[in-house]
């Protein structure tokens, strides 16, 4: 019998075998042809063969180019296009974005929200999903304790994050129709929902840095009774670059503001961002005089990507710095802003916080644990199934629940762009006709 032994008789084998990988079958027009003293030729792969990792690709498969796709509802049905800057790896990557050539798109419904599959609203969310108990993996059967969901999820009001959702979504919409709140996501919602007559919605102030690209919008609602301060993120054609950078730059930065421990830190481009440009000095005026004008009430500060960065630290400076009291923070597909110490001590200050993260978003997984950043609690994790069922995961007190969002990514990052543009609304700016 022979025996394989030794390191010429491993070459050997890794010869055969790249060569059983290489060799071009009859009619394949899916490898490299070579003769010596000829260049090697490229033939296009079969449509199989880019599902192997060791297959070859053609040179400009990594290289970026904007592409307009519509993200997919859980239903199958089709949001408003948005135009991605993506390479063909990572388009083939995104099962949930389709080519807006595409044709039968449905559009969610008016404001952007909540769009087919997003979880329904009020008393119809119990968390009572026992239908789909024959359909959840058993990792993810948690997600069905009825009684564990109530208890970690006292005081989520999904009617209130609805609405705050959609606001965001209007903050993606054109400068000029926000400034004069007739954009196509700034319609009133039903009249059931009122609290008082006047129109839903009062804007304060449109609080637009161009110099940064940093856009926010202070408010009072009338369904709420309470004023709404809402960013917009990250612009959706760069997405990708810029999780990138974040994976990799890391500039921490110690807090100044009273109360704060010596050895909370936080992510420098996220508080630059938010005491360099102009949002500070206007969404701050513009909250203090809404207080004036309707007595003490709730303060909302919400965001999506990076401006949930920004509500964050706003949130933050707002009850720690200007001494608002009844501050609370909701965010959608936020990043990390800060260290374990800074999240621990933010969920003190204000201390009614949800985190919404959605089933593989890129977004959330940066910047990464192992450059000492560390995530807000309570997170709400929305997972989509089979068949257009959703599941609502309510998720521990730590932050950084191993079981929820942080269960998808690999190696702590996760890699979709498609989860970070629906969260229960369309959170990025249409095109080519805007909103």
């Not at 997405?239 to 421990?261: E, K, S």
């Not at 360099?276 to 809404?290: H, K, N």
């Not at 995530?375 to 997972?383: F, G, I, K, P, S």
């Amino acid at each position: 019998m022979t025996s394989f032994r030794g390191p010429r008789a491993l070459l050997s084998c890794f010869l055969l075998l790249a060569g059983a990988v290489w060799v071009k079958p009859p009619g394949c027009h899916g490898a490299l042809d070579w003769l010596p003293g000829h260049a090697l030729t490229w033939h296009a792969p079969p449509s199989w063969w880019p599902r192997w990792p060791w297959s070859p690709h053609p040179p400009d498969y990594d290289t970026p180019r904007r592409t307009l796709l519509h993200p997919m509802w859980p239903d199958g049905s089709l949001a408003s296009p948005v135009e991605l800057e993506l390479s063909q790896r990572q388009l083939d990557a995104e099962p949930r974005l389709v080519p807006a050539r595409s044709s039968g798109a449905r559009r969610p419904p008016r404001r952007g929200g909540p769009g087919p599959g997003a979880p329904s609203s009020g008393p119809d969310v119990a968390f009572n999903m026992s239908a789909l108990t024959p359909f959840v993996p058993r990792d993810k059967a948690w997600m069905l304790d009825a009684d564990q969901a109530a208890r970690r999820g006292e005081g989520l009001d999904w009617v209130v994050a609805r609405r705050l959702a959609e606001y965001v979504a209007a903050s993606y919409c054109n400068t000029s129709n926000i400034a004069a709140w007739n954009c196509t996501r700034c319609g009133d919602p039903s009249s059931e929902d009122d609290q008082s007559s006047g129109p839903e919605f009062e804007l304060e102030t449109l609080a637009w840095d161009a110099a940064w690209d940093l856009l926010g919008f202070v408010g009072w609602s009338n369904s709420l009774q309470a004023t709404v301060i809402a960013f917009r993120g990250t612009d959706s054609r760069s997405i990708y670059n810029w999780v990138t950078n974040m994976r990799t730059w890391r500039t921490d930065l110690n807090l100044t503001t009273p109360g704060a421990p010596a050895n909370a830190l936080v992510h420098g481009g996220f508080l630059t961002s938010w005491s360099g440009s102009s949002l500070s000095r206007s969404v701050t005026r513009a909250a203090a005089a809404l207080q004036r004008r309707h007595g003490p009430h709730p303060v909302h500060a919400t965001g999506h990507s990076l401006g949930g960065a920004l509500a964050t630290i706003c949130a933050m400076e707002l009850r720690a710095l200007h001494g608002l009291h009844d501050v609370r923070l909701t965010t959608f597909g936020s990043p990390r802003v800060g260290n374990a110490v800074f999240a621990a001590w933010l969920q003190r200050v204000v201390p009614e916080h949800w985190r919404f993260t959605h089933n593989r978003d890129i977004v959330p997984s940066v910047a990464p644990p192992y450059m000492g950043f560390w995530h807000l609690a309570r997170e709400v994790w929305v997972l989509d199934q089979a068949g257009a069922a959703t599941l609502v995961g309510i998720c521990d007190a730590t932050g950084e629940d191993i079981r929820c969002h942080n269960s998808v990514c690999h190696l702590g990052l996760c890699s979709s762009v498609a989860d970070h543009l629906l969260y229960l609304a369309e959170m990025y700016t249409p095109r080519p006709m805007g909103c």
